[in-house]
């Protein structure tokens, strides 16, 4: 039976567009890191590495180096922890330059996806269609433990709204929002889903 993150996860994946407390288990993930404005194309370079690693592990059966472990699944959503440099730190107003953002972008993997077989796809990726960027790519283990989710519905420039009410909720709940960074996991593809229709999970970490 094909293991569909969006029918069986749905308590990490499709939260309401509200803010509420969630705890999330350690995930595997291919991840990338790096630093600049998510509109240029190099961005969109980063992503696509990402992909095709994950496509490659989804394919491995049909190039017969899948583990005997494998099931059916849909590849998991891309998401990406954000931060910005200290340099941006010192001179952040109320208008954020984008160019200033750190972020490691991943997309989560299967449970059978281990250490070794994650590194036999990256070194098959590589041979195939080498990118430069695939030399950056970790495969990590990630361990969110509790935090604070929603769904935000419309544009990626409106997301401090939401940013707010989840940190409005943590106050008035005896939370603590842990630091500045936060987790967004991409469940619309903005080339294809007008600004206003974008649904994107929103995440931070929280300690009482």
């Not at 730190?89 to 996806?113: A, G």
């Not at 997301?159 to 469940?187: A, W």
Request: aromatic share 12%; net charge positive.
């Amino acid at each position: 039976m094909k293991h569909d993150w969006k029918k069986t996860e749905k308590q990490f994946y499709l939260p309401k567009p509200k803010p509420e407390l969630v705890k999330v288990p350690p995930f595997r993930f291919f991840s990338i890191k790096g630093e600049g404005n998510p509109n240029d194309k190099l961005f969109q370079e980063y992503i696509g590495v990402l992909y095709s690693l994950a496509y490659a592990i989804k394919m491995s059966p049909k190039n017969n180096f899948a583990p005997k472990e494998y099931v059916e699944y849909t590849v998991y959503p891309l998401e990406g922890i954000w931060d910005i440099s200290d340099e941006g730190k010192k001179t952040m107003s109320e208008k954020l330059d984008k160019n200033q953002l750190i972020f490691n972008l991943m997309i989560r993997q299967p449970d059978f996806v281990t250490p070794e077989f994650a590194n036999e796809a990256l070194e098959r990726t590589k041979k195939k269609k080498f990118h430069h960027l695939l030399e950056k790519v970790k495969f990590e283990t990630i361990d969110d433990s509790v935090c604070i989710q929603m769904m935000h519905i419309g544009s990626y420039d409106s997301e401090p709204g939401s940013f707010r009410q989840m940190e409005d909720f943590c106050n008035q709940n005896g939370y603590h929002r842990e630091s500045k960074l936060h987790r967004e996991i991409y469940l619309s593809d903005f080339r294809r889903v007008s600004p206003e229709k974008l649904k994107t999970v929103l995440r931070f970490r929280i300690i009482k």
